[in-house]
């Protein structure tokens, strides 16, 4: 969506889709505007409860079964395993995504993973075309004036039309763009604690391919699971920054870590939304 700062200012009910890599502030600014009566839509919660919710229960149930000690008591019916996902915890939806490599090591074959990260992708088309209709809920059922759309690092990846065209029709789109330290640091806490990601299939099989060839590996089977996060990371950050800007230049506006990082209240994310759009409109 866009709109002239005069317009922002005079929005009643104001919808902004937060765009940028997990670690840029989405989610640390979205908890600030929650608490100032913004609603605050997880995009990573609704796919963790609503479209990814049996498989990450199946997921944990086929770990349990091979204890068998819990093998029992889940056949007997005397336990249940349930989800405890929570907008601040979204460990399961990670866990369930899983990461390449040595199933020694934890790691996932290329099949399941390939099928785990297509799931995750519609997860997330579905959750974000879901966008209109939770602003319609927040106002209607739970009375919050604004609403924060906290969307996933790898929605510049889904190259789903719909999903831009729905939330530019219905949100101001903000990218939040990492200063050059701040890039930096976003690599270094990456190597020091790998988690699952989210690849395009193209770029996923080009990557592999390098990285087979670079550690001198015959089958992603035999992949250290961690290594090859820390070693596709950057690229997949580098490679996501040109999208995230085609979304911004087209559809909404882009805003700095540093310039995020002076945000201390809902007043003054307003201003510095009011400023970006007295340059960028």
């Given at each position: 969506m866009k709109l002239s700062a005069k317009d922002f200012k005079a929005w009643p009910n104001k919808c902004v889709t937060l765009l940028?890599?997990?670690?840029?502030?989405?989610?640390?600014?979205?908890?600030?505007?929650?608490?100032?009566?913004?609603?605050?839509?997880?995009?990573?919660?609704?796919?963790?409860?609503?479209?990814?919710?049996?498989?990450?229960?199946?997921?944990?149930?086929?770990?349990?079964m091979q204890v068998p000690f819990l093998r029992e008591l889940l056949r007997s019916d005397s336990i249940?395993?349930?989800?405890?996902?929570?907008?601040?915890?979204?460990?399961?939806?990670?866990?369930?995504?899983?990461?390449?490599?040595?199933?020694?090591k934890g790691g996932?074959?290329?099949?399941?993973?390939?099928?785990?990260?297509?799931?995750h992708r519609q997860a997330e088309i579905a959750a974000m075309k879901d966008v209109p209709e939770f602003i319609r809920k927040s106002r209607e059922i739970y009375g919050?004036?604004?609403?924060?759309?906290?969307a996933g690092g790898s929605l510049c990846e889904l190259d789903d039309a719909e999903v831009l065209r729905v939330l530019a029709a219905h949100t101001l789109?903000?990218?939040?763009?990492?200063?050059d330290k701040d890039e930096q640091e976003l690599i270094r806490r990456a190597e020091e604690?790998?988690?699952?990601?989210?690849?395009?299939?193209a770029f996923l099989d080009e990557q592999l391919a390098v990285y087979l060839t670079d550690r001198g590996?015959?089958?992603?089977?035999?992949?250290?699971?961690?290594?090859?996060?820390?070693?596709?990371?950057?690229?997949?950050?580098?490679?996501?920054?040109?999208?995230?800007q085609a979304?911004?230049?087209?559809?909404?506006?882009?805003?700095?870590?540093d310039e995020l990082s002076q945000v201390k209240d809902e007043a003054g994310f307003l201003r510095l939304v009011e400023r970006v759009l007295e340059k960028q409109s």
């Open positions: 940028g890599m997990s670690g840029t502030g989405k989610t640390r600014l979205a908890i600030k505007l929650r608490k100032r009566n913004w609603f605050h839509f997880s995009g990573d919660y609704r796919i963790g409860t609503r479209y990814l919710d049996e498989a990450i229960l199946d997921n944990i149930k086929s770990q349990a249940f395993i349930n989800n405890n996902i929570t907008v601040d915890n979204l460990k399961p939806v990670s866990s369930f995504l899983g990461k390449l490599g040595d199933p020694e996932l074959g290329l099949k399941e993973f390939k099928h785990r990260q297509e799931l919050y004036r604004h609403f924060v759309n906290d789109i903000l990218y939040i763009k990492a200063a604690d790998p988690k699952p990601l989210y690849y395009r299939e590996l015959a089958y992603a089977a035999e992949i250290d699971p961690d290594d090859f996060v820390r070693w596709m990371f950057p690229r997949l950050f580098y490679a996501r920054l040109p999208r995230y979304i911004a230049d087209q559809h909404g506006y882009t805003v700095t870590t």
